[in-house]
């Protein structure tokens, strides 16, 4: 069974940092593109961050631009949204999620939400001004 778990969720004041982790078992998702989505209150799922498999292609959506920074370790299975300069605009559930289908494009990366196969249970962030 395919889990994705995040964890490093919760209360910071603006301006602060946080650094959420997403950690995979069941199958490796080392040739796979990694995601970060978030649900804000009342608003739709949004697209936050992306990475290529081999971690040489990002993508981010232009909010979290020089703020949030995407990355992974292949070998733990594991990709990491750090997120600094935090606004209260940022408060959301924040869902990390995997494309289901191996690539060979080793910089090929997607924002689309229906390439994604794989979602975490989500973590809260709550960011106060």
């Known amino acids: 069974q395919v889990q994705l778990v995040e964890s490093g969720g919760g209360l910071v004041q603006a301006g602060g940092s946080l650094r959420l982790s997403c950690a995979a078992s069941g199958r490796t998702f080392s040739r796979n593109v990694m995601g970060w989505f978030r649900r804000a209150p009342a608003k739709e799922r949004e697209f936050v961050a992306a990475?290529?498999?081999?971690?040489?292609?990002?993508r981010y959506t232009d909010s979290v631009k020089g703020r949030f920074t995407i990355s992974r370790d292949n070998a733990k299975n594991t990709v990491y949204l750090q997120m600094n300069g935090l606004k209260p605009e940022d408060t959301a559930v924040y869902y990390c999620?995997?494309?289901?289908?191996?690539?060979?494009?080793?910089?090929?990366?997607?924002?689309?939400?229906?390439?994604?196969?794989?979602w975490g249970q989500g973590t809260q962030v709550t960011v106060s001004s």
């Open positions: 999620a995997a494309d289901g289908v191996s690539r060979r494009n080793s910089i090929y990366v997607t924002a689309d939400v229906t390439q994604y196969d794989y």
């Open positions: 990475l290529s498999w081999s971690g040489g292609s990002t």
